[in-house]
């Protein structure tokens, strides 16, 4: 490396070494009051205190206790949030309260030493819940295809916040962003496809970012207020999840350049990663109101979601392409042959697979097949050899092979990059790609190489670029970039000729890989529609906004990891000890002595993680709001065992604050209660005892794999639900089938809004019979029927043929895939609604069929 580039390398590092979460001060928008973990005496508090508290100066403040300057209700609520383990990684909003005659927001969060509360005006009257609830669903049900999402994204947010420019601001493998959706004012110049280089935004910045979710600058042109200690020699406050943090001087000065004053940043983070942001700008000063803010939030929630599982379903596609295109490729080939000349016969459909102009089998260093155009022998050796260390754990993939100057090399032919793919553990064997030059022109958001450093404190750093002129880079000498789907099929290819090796396997392998892709096609059939209905369940029972964002965004996070255990899975068998830890992680640190596991080896049948995360998720969040997880002295006993042939599960809290059972049946509730029995033929059970709340789960054999053989255990007395069915008949009865329990709900509650007083639900046929028939049998029998066409493992033409025989009108409700369902010839005329179903569509469908 020259003197230059390397002056670069450590300006760039030293951009990256600048403490931007201990700055010292705050933006003047809020204000911070940090106190002791015990929250009795202040610490820290911001110079402009006063103008919140109507207070003295600030010295007067440090030292005294936290009830001296703010009410008792808001310490109370503060002690509370503080026994959440969710205040140690995040900014909790507590809502709006009355400080010295003004409205402010208040949220808090906790250092290792510290708890940190900021003030913050509001700004506008609170907005209405419903309205808000309605903006989000209505995003929900555009989630579809993420680049329309992002468009649509953009423009919508624009609209709403006023802001002169909205973008989506997507990461590359390398750090270098991309704007990819924007929306802007029309005197504002277009950033829309250009790109920006990774030191615009340094590491440290990104892993805040993603932490905190949403970053503000209200101003940049407003001074920092100080942020004062009570120990001046007490190490700075780490503000890195204060939204007033002051945002370093380098970044103002690259906004100054920009001619930006304010900005709003929200991570979009996908599957752990940062994916990318929503860049909000704006050439005066502007701040969003905390109601915006957390809706804001909850969006990248969803996105990421959405996308994730967009990713998954590629991913799968790529995987099936591959499968059975190698399927083919071996299959046309004789298996007693060595596999070695199987291979070198397909490399023409593999160099097709990989988008390539020519393959080499390589063997201790030289040729033993070769197909296309490829790169002299000596060279191909060259590059096999050089590559050697990096491909025992990896693939290799180069866009430019001469920038590898490897001296024996004299020249690359007509290839300018590869892939490089080892194929066999125990001998040297490799397949290398090769691709020829494709040129290509890149537009940046200003020229990147222009790199100017500055000496400062820290050594020398860089200095954000002066122009943001759109720059034209010509690439040269370099082919297309293996993307993630090149690298994808490669693995799969290795995978498939390792298998090649044992014949026997071929079969086991096809089959597996179909049941994966079925399985997949089932999970992610239902899940739109299942994020539809948590957020609308959610919404009923909530008191306010940021107690539906809130939950809301926590439900599908669990669902999110619940959809990461699926994807990718399908047949593997997911331990319940590590569903467990997962979900309660904040308690299970080694001095924390309250919650104990105790349990066998076993695993969930992927399908079933879904319905026990979110169920577990909510004895979690109940246990830590007003259970056993809320206080230290607080026990939390889990046990599971075999029982009558499936798994019995018991929750137990005690020791913690006396229970009261809930007035209101809510969501979370339900969703304990019903769905492992409803949609798993399983048991449930939750009571309030005044000691601790209890909850049992019994889980049929079929969904549990025991890892190791099992001493049956000792059977405790569980108590049986029952079941009730309301004899009340006034308008009419309705039969619901449907397979998934929250979807179920959905439809009782649009069913309850037509009128139907009597509403019954039935997860498969045997259950939808008996019911019909004690209907038939009392002489009450159902008005009409809703029948979900494709159950977990049946179909639900059994079920519609009882309803014609009985002459009671139906209607079938397909999912997104059930065009190929053969429906018998007496069936195929019935009336059929698409999901998500709406109350309209159902509405007109049922005037068809009966009176309303
Ligand atoms: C932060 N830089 C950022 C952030 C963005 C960008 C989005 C997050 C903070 C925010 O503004 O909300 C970059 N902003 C962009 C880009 C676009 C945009 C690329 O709108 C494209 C349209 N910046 C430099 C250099 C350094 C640097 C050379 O250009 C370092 C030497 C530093 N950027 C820097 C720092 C932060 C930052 C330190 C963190 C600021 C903070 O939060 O304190």
Same mark, same amino acid.
């Given at each position: 490396?020259?003197?230059?580039?390397?002056?670069?390398?450590?300006?760039?590092?030293?951009?990256?070494?600048?403490?931007?979460?201990?700055?010292?001060?705050?933006?003047?928008?809020?204000?911070?009051?940090?106190?002791?973990?015990?929250?009795?005496?202040?610490?820290?508090?911001?110079?402009?205190?006063?103008?919140?508290?109507?207070?003295?100066?600030?010295?007067?403040?440090?030292?005294?206790?936290?009830?001296?300057?703010?009410?008792?209700?808001? *310490?109370?609520?503060?002690?509370?949030?503080?026994?959440?383990?969710?205040?140690?990684?995040?900014?909790?909003?507590?809502?709006?309260?009355?400080?010295? !005659?003004?409205?402010?927001?208040?949220?808090?969060?906790?250092?290792?030493?510290?708890?940190?509360?900021?003030?913050?005006?509001?700004?506008?009257?609170?907005?209405?819940?419903?309205?808000?609830?309605?903006?989000?669903?209505?995003?929900?049900?555009?989630?579809?295809?993420?680049?329309?999402?992002?468009?649509?994204?953009?423009?919508?947010?624009?609209?709403?916040?006023?802001?002169?420019?909205?973008?989506?601001?997507?990461?590359?493998?390398?750090?270098?962003?991309?704007?990819?959706?924007?929306?802007?004012?029309?005197?504002?110049?277009?950033?829309?496809?250009?790109?920006?280089?990774?030191?615009?935004?340094?590491?440290?910045?990104?892993?805040?970012?993603?932490?905190?979710?949403?970053?503000?600058?209200?101003?940049?042109?407003?001074?920092?207020?100080?942020?004062?200690?009570?120990?001046?020699?007490?190490?700075?406050? #780490?503000?890195?999840?204060?939204?007033?943090?002051?945002?370093?001087?380098?970044?103002? /000065?690259?906004?100054?350049?920009?001619?930006?004053?304010?900005?709003?940043? *929200?991570?979009?983070?996908?599957?752990?990663?940062?994916?990318?942001?929503?860049?909000?700008?704006?050439?005066?000063?502007?701040?969003?109101?905390?109601?915006?803010?957390?809706?804001?939030?909850?969006?990248?929630?969803?996105?990421?979601?959405?996308?994730?599982?967009?990713?998954?379903?590629?991913?799968?596609?790529?995987?099936?392409?591959?499968?059975?295109?190698?399927?083919?490729?071996?299959?046309?080939?004789? +298996? #007693?042959?060595?596999?070695?000349?199987?291979?070198?016969?397909?490399?023409?459909?593999?160099?097709?697979?990989?988008?390539?102009?020519?393959?080499?089998?390589?063997?201790?260093?030289?040729?033993?097949?070769?197909? !296309?155009? %490829?790169?002299?022998?000596?060279?191909?050796?060259?590059?096999?050899?050089? @590559?050697?260390?990096?491909?025992?754990?990896?693939?290799?993939?180069?866009?430019?092979?001469?920038?590898?100057?490897?001296?024996?090399?004299?020249?690359? !032919?007509?290839?300018?990059?590869?892939?490089?793919?080892?194929?066999?553990?125990?001998?040297?064997?490799?397949?290398?790609?090769?691709?020829?030059?494709?040129?290509?022109?890149?537009? $940046?958001?200003?020229?990147?190489?222009?790199?100017?450093?500055?000496?400062?404190?820290?050594?020398?750093?860089?200095?954000?670029?002066?122009?943001?002129?759109?720059?034209?880079?010509?690439?040269?000498?370099?082919?297309?970039?293996?993307?993630?789907?090149?690298?994808?099929?490669?693995?799969?290819?290795?995978?498939?000729?390792?298998?090649?090796?044992?014949?026997?396997?071929? +079969?086991?392998?096809?089959?597996?890989?179909?049941? +994966?892709?079925?399985?997949?096609?089932?999970?992610?059939?239902?899940?739109?529609?299942?994020?539809? @209905?948590?957020?609308?369940?959610?919404?009923?029972?909530?008191?306010?906004?940021?107690?539906?964002?809130?939950?809301?965004?926590?439900?599908?996070?669990?669902?999110?990891?619940?959809?990461?255990?699926?994807? !990718?899975?399908?047949?593997? $068998?997911?331990?319940?000890?590590?569903?467990?830890?997962?979900?309660?992680?904040?308690?299970?640190?080694?001095?924390?002595?309250?919650?104990?596991?105790?349990?066998?080896?076993?695993?969930?049948?992927?399908?079933?993680?879904?319905?026990? *995360?979110?169920?577990?998720?909510?004895?979690?969040?109940?246990?830590?709001?007003?259970?056993?997880?809320?206080?230290? @002295?607080?026990?939390?006993?889990?046990?599971?065992? *075999?029982?009558?042939?499936?798994?019995?599960?018991?929750?137990?809290?005690?020791?913690?604050?006396?229970?009261?059972?809930?007035?209101?049946?809510?969501?979370?509730?339900?969703?304990?209660?019903?769905?492992?029995?409803?949609?798993?033929?399983?048991?449930?059970?939750?009571?309030?005892?005044?000691?601790?709340?209890?909850?049992?789960?019994?889980?049929?054999?079929?969904?549990?794999?025991?890892?190791?053989?099992?001493?049956?255990?000792?059977?405790?007395?569980?108590?049986?639900?029952?079941?009730?069915?309301?004899?009340?008949?006034?308008?009419?009865?309705?039969?619901?089938?449907?397979?998934?329990?929250?979807?179920?709900?959905?439809?009782?509650?649009?069913?309850?809004?037509?009128?139907?007083?009597?509403?019954?639900?039935?997860?498969?046929?045997?259950?939808?019979?008996?019911?019909? /028939?004690?209907?038939?049998?009392?002489?009450?029998?159902?008005?009409?029927?809703?029948?979900?066409?494709?159950?977990?493992?049946?179909?639900?033409?059994?079920?519609?043929?009882?309803?014609?025989?009985?002459?009671?009108?139906?209607?079938?409700?397909?999912?997104?895939?059930?065009?190929?369902?053969?429906?018998?010839?007496?069936?195929?005329?019935?009336?059929?609604?698409?999901?998500? %179903?709406?109350?309209?569509?159902?509405?007109?469908?049922?005037?068809?069929?009966?009176?309303?």
């Amino acid at each position: 490396m020259n003197d230059l580039a390397s002056l670069h390398q450590l300006a760039l590092s030293n951009c990256s070494k600048e403490p931007i979460h201990i700055p010292g001060a705050i933006q003047s928008f809020g204000a911070v009051i940090a106190a002791d973990d015990a929250l009795e005496c202040i610490t820290h508090v911001s110079e402009n205190i006063r103008l919140f508290l109507h207070a003295p100066a600030p010295d007067d403040i440090l030292g005294q206790p936290l009830e001296a300057v703010l009410t008792g209700e808001l *310490v109370h609520d503060l002690r509370n949030v503080c026994g959440l383990p969710s205040v140690l990684s995040q900014c909790e909003r507590l809502g709006s309260y009355d400080v010295c !005659g003004q409205s402010v927001e208040v949220s808090v969060y906790r250092t290792s030493t510290r708890v940190v509360i900021e003030l913050e005006r509001c700004l506008a009257a609170r907005s209405r819940t419903s309205a808000s609830v309605i903006q989000v669903k209505a995003m929900i049900e555009q989630l579809d295809n993420p680049s329309e999402i992002l468009s649509m994204a953009v423009q919508e947010l624009r609209n709403r916040t006023g802001c002169d420019r909205v973008m989506a601001y997507r990461f590359a493998a390398d750090g270098a962003g991309e704007v990819v959706a924007e929306a802007r004012s029309n005197d504002m110049e277009p950033f829309l496809g250009l790109r920006y280089p990774a030191s615009d935004i340094p590491d440290q910045a990104k892993a805040l970012a993603q932490k905190t979710t949403i970053r503000v600058i209200e101003d940049v042109s407003s001074p920092a207020v100080l942020v004062l200690a009570l120990d001046p020699a007490e190490p700075q406050l #780490d503000l890195s999840l204060a939204l007033t943090r002051r945002p370093s001087p380098i970044h103002i /000065e690259y906004l100054n350049n920009m001619g930006v004053a304010a900005t709003t940043t *929200v991570a979009i983070t996908v599957s752990g990663k940062l994916w990318g942001l929503f860049a909000f700008h704006h050439r005066q000063s502007k701040l969003l109101s905390a109601d915006f803010r957390s809706m804001l939030a909850l969006f990248s929630q969803l996105f990421s979601l959405r996308f994730q599982q967009v990713l998954a379903e590629e991913q799968f596609h790529d995987r099936k392409r591959t499968a059975s295109s190698l399927y083919h490729i071996v299959s046309s080939q004789s +298996l #007693d042959t060595d596999w070695k000349l199987t291979v070198a016969a397909a490399l023409p459909q593999l160099c097709q697979l990989l988008l390539a102009q020519g393959a080499a089998i390589v063997q201790n260093g030289s040729i033993l097949e070769a197909y !296309g155009s %490829i790169p002299t022998p000596a060279s191909v050796s060259a590059l096999v050899a050089h @590559s050697q260390g990096p491909l025992e754990t990896d693939i290799v993939t180069l866009e430019s092979l001469a920038e590898l100057a490897l001296p024996e090399v004299a020249g690359w !032919g007509e290839c300018a990059g590869a892939l490089l793919l080892s194929l066999t553990a125990d001998e040297p064997l490799y397949l290398v790609f090769f691709r020829g030059e494709v040129a290509r022109e890149i537009l $940046w958001g200003g020229n990147p190489e222009k790199k100017e450093i500055q000496y400062g404190a820290f050594g020398p750093r860089l200095v954000p670029r002066a122009s943001f002129e759109a720059y034209k880079e010509m690439v040269e000498g370099r082919c297309t970039p293996w993307n993630r789907h090149n690298v994808a099929t490669a693995l799969e290819i290795r995978t498939e000729l390792f298998r090649l090796s044992e014949s026997r396997m071929q +079969l086991f392998q096809q089959r597996q890989q179909n049941l +994966l892709i079925s399985e997949l096609n089932h999970r992610v059939r239902n899940i739109l529609a299942l994020i539809r @209905s948590i957020a609308r369940q959610t919404g009923e029972s909530a008191d306010s906004l940021t107690d539906y964002t809130q939950s809301l965004e926590r439900r599908i996070v669990a669902l999110a990891t619940a959809h990461d255990f699926g994807s !990718g899975h399908a047949l593997e $068998w997911p331990a319940i000890r590590r569903l467990l830890t997962i979900e309660l992680q904040p308690y299970l640190a080694e001095a924390d002595p309250r919650v104990t596991l105790i349990g066998p080896d076993v695993g969930f049948k992927a399908s079933f993680v879904p319905t026990f *995360v979110l169920v577990l998720h909510e004895l979690v969040s109940n246990a830590a709001k007003y259970g056993s997880l809320s206080v230290m @002295s607080g026990r939390l006993t889990v046990r599971w065992f *075999v029982q009558a042939g499936g798994l019995s599960f018991q929750w137990k809290e005690s020791n913690g604050p006396t229970v009261v059972a809930p007035q209101r049946r809510g969501f979370g509730r339900d969703l304990i209660e019903r769905s492992i029995a409803y949609e798993f033929e399983g048991e449930s059970t939750l009571s309030f005892d005044a000691d601790g709340v209890c909850a049992t789960f019994w889980i049929p054999s079929s969904l549990v794999r025991w890892k190791k053989p099992l001493l049956v255990e000792p059977v405790p007395d569980m108590p049986r639900s029952v079941e009730t069915v309301p004899a009340k008949q006034v308008l009419g009865s309705v039969l619901v089938v449907e397979d998934n329990m929250l979807l179920a709900m959905e439809m009782e509650r649009c069913l309850q809004q037509l009128g139907f007083e009597q509403i019954d639900a039935a997860p498969n046929v045997a259950r939808a019979i008996a019911l019909i /028939e004690k209907m038939q049998t009392q002489q009450t029998p159902y008005r009409v029927g809703i029948l979900d066409i494709e159950l977990k493992k049946e179909t639900s033409f059994e079920i519609a043929i009882a309803l014609q025989t009985h002459k009671i009108p139906f209607v079938f409700v397909t999912g997104y895939d059930s065009k190929h369902l053969e429906v018998p010839a007496s069936l195929k005329d019935m009336p059929r609604l698409q999901k998500p %179903i709406d109350l309209v569509a159902l509405e007109k469908v049922f005037q068809t069929l009966i009176d309303l």
